[in-house]
């Protein structure tokens, strides 16, 4: 009997970027061990599934929309999935939008670390075109098209 997961790695991590993506926070907290420990740029580490729950509930009722677009992903490994996309935060005519490269160690179909890397440098210029962009439409940035 064949125990292997249904998923690989790079599908996990991917379900992951697109349920986040489409603000489908349900999913996505499905696909997250009970354990995992999700690191960010800037950000202190939120460890367990209840505390990243409560993080995506804190975007849904701020109403701060989280858009993703996968740009690559690749698998690194066998257990290791890194993922570029393009990762826009609104809220009205705010629009923080950025690059950010995701790796994710996937064990059983769930991933149980979760590191999200961006360059302070773009994100500083992100915020400064965003506030340009409330003021002036055109400069708002609008997500790509997706590439996988």
């Known amino acids: 009997m064949n125990n292997a997961p249904l998923w690989s790695p790079q599908d996990v991590a991917e379900r992951f970027v697109d349920a986040l993506g489409s603000g489908d926070y349900e999913i996505a907290e499905q696909l997250l061990a009970k354990d995992v420990v999700y690191r960010r740029t800037g950000g202190r580490p939120l460890r367990?599934?209840?505390?990243?729950?409560?993080?995506?509930?804190?975007?849904a009722r701020t109403r701060v929309a989280m858009q993703a677009v996968l740009l690559a992903s690749e698998q690194s490994g066998c257990a290791v999935?890194?993922?570029d996309r393009v990762t826009a935060l609104v809220y009205g005519p705010l629009r923080l939008q950025f690059q950010v490269r995701g790796t994710f160690e996937v064990d059983g179909g769930r991933i149980?670390?979760?590191?999200?890397?961006?360059?302070?440098?773009?994100?500083?210029?992100?915020a400064a075109r965003a506030v340009a962009g409330v003021v002036y439409a055109p400069a708002r940035p609008t997500l790509p098209r997706a590439v996988i």
């Open 48 to 59: 367990g599934r209840a505390a990243i729950a409560r993080h995506f509930r804190w975007h």
């Open 81 to 83: 999935a890194v993922t």
């Open 112 to 126: 149980v670390a979760w590191r999200d890397e961006a360059d302070v440098r773009a994100v500083a210029r992100a």
